[in-house]
């Protein structure tokens, strides 16, 4: 097995909004960012020494703008195919988000609110469908997309063969990465006792680190600690019946419909 590199690529801060090059015998990039940052990811993929036009694969970690807002361009600038999840492919149609995002707590109440998380961007047509486990030896680096709906349906982690976890965000950093290295919810999950159970599989795999959309690299001993804290605080919630989740047939949110 060839060795494998997980290098974040900042998107929007140092760590406020992250994309991820995996190196391995190819190059492969992992979320696209928000819209209009196509530029800014090639430009850092070439920082890395490595040649756009070698990056074998695009893979978007789920139906969020801020992770797939830019993988039309990317596809262009780079000519490599993009690989999303097939319980994702509405929203990368569609250019939008389902809507409403569920909030995980106060910040995304709040969040939630703000109309550049409504916008649509430029829709893109997955090249690679992924429906499941899907090796990644093909595109030239050992690591494997692993499924971890929860966060949203068609959510995937990246795991490399040397236990980096490309989480998306399957998990954050409290306040998008201003307490580095504290594990907390993103803002949003469609469905999170399903988004836990997501965490815990790949807890159980023993990776070392954790890369997340929002945030620094995260420990994953303190990722578990956080996680059986959580599994209490969901349990108790849902017991009281205020777990808000998105059914598997709620439809997606209208296209044109106002912010
Ligand atoms: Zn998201
Ligand atoms: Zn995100």
Do not use: C
Request: net charge positive; hydrophobic share 40%; no cysteine.
């Amino acid at each position: 097995m060839s060795r494998t590199k997980v290098v974040p690529i900042p998107v929007m801060g140092r760590h406020t909004i992250n994309a991820y090059l995996v190196l391995g015998r190819r190059p492969v990039i992992v979320d696209a960012g928000t819209p209009g940052s196509g530029r800014r990811i090639v430009e850092q993929v070439a920082a890395h020494g490595v040649d756009p036009a070698d990056v074998s694969l695009i893979v978007v970690t789920h139906g969020h703008i801020d992770h797939f807002g830019s993988a039309a361009e990317l596809h262009r600038l780079t000519g490599a195919p993009v690989a999303g999840h097939v319980a994702d492919l509405g929203p990368f149609r569609a250019g939008r988000a389902r809507e409403p995002y569920l909030p995980t707590g106060r910040m995304g109440r709040l969040m939630a609110r703000r109309r550049e998380l409504h916008v649509r961007v430029e829709p893109f047509e997955p090249g690679v469908l992924v429906t499941g486990e899907t090796d990644l030896e093909d595109f030239g680096v050992a690591a494997r997309i692993m499924p971890t709906p929860g966060h949203t349906a068609g959510s995937v982690s990246v795991l490399t063969g040397q236990g980096d976890l490309v989480a998306g965000d399957l998990v954050a950093n409290a306040l998008f990465g201003l307490v580095p290295g504290r594990p907390a919810n993103p803002p949003f999950h469609d469905d999170p006792l399903q988004n836990l159970a997501s965490l815990r599989r790949m807890l159980d795999m023993d990776p070392v680190r954790l890369h997340v959309g929002h945030g620094t690299p995260l420990d994953p001993d303190r990722v578990r600690r956080w996680a059986a804290r959580e599994q209490r605080r969901l349990a108790r919630l849902d017991a009281a019946g205020r777990i808000r989740a998105r059914g598997p047939d709620e439809p997606a949110g209208r296209a044109g419909q106002a912010g």
